[in-house]
């Protein structure tokens, strides 16, 4: 079993940056890939970027410019950092663990993030 506890959410300015954390425990070993997503109100949960085990990060939508996600193995903690926030970008986020069945089969609680104009 993984658990999974999102951080770092909270109200910003637009223009303004935030690092979310995702931190893993219980078997880390069973984690193959880490992924966030974000919820908009209203929306369908959307995946934002994800990091294998190997550090290869993707990101849907070239959203790269804006977010950045790296992978810290010592502390089981995957981060996404996110710059010049836009009040579009306000959302649940939550963070999300694919087994090596290449299921997303674990969740986190999420961590809301709002961002004024």
């Known amino acids: 079993q993984v658990q999974l506890v999102e951080s770092g959410g909270g109200l910003v300015q637009a223009g303004g940056s935030l690092r979310l954390s995702c931190a893993a425990s219980g078997n880390p070993d069973a984690i193959n890939v880490i992924g966030w997503y974000r919820q908009i109100l209203g929306l369908q949960r959307a995946l934002v970027a994800y990091i294998t085990r190997d550090g290869l990060a993707m990101y849907v939508d070239s959203r790269e410019d804006r977010f950045f996600i790296s992978r810290d193995h010592a502390k089981n903690t995957v981060y996404l950092q996110i710059r010049s926030l836009e009040p579009g970008d306000s959302a649940v986020y939550f963070c999300?663990?694919?087994?090596?069945?290449?299921?997303?089969?674990?969740w986190g609680q999420g961590t809301q993030v709002t961002v004024s104009s």
């Open positions: 999300a663990a694919m087994d090596w069945t290449n299921e997303w089969k674990y």
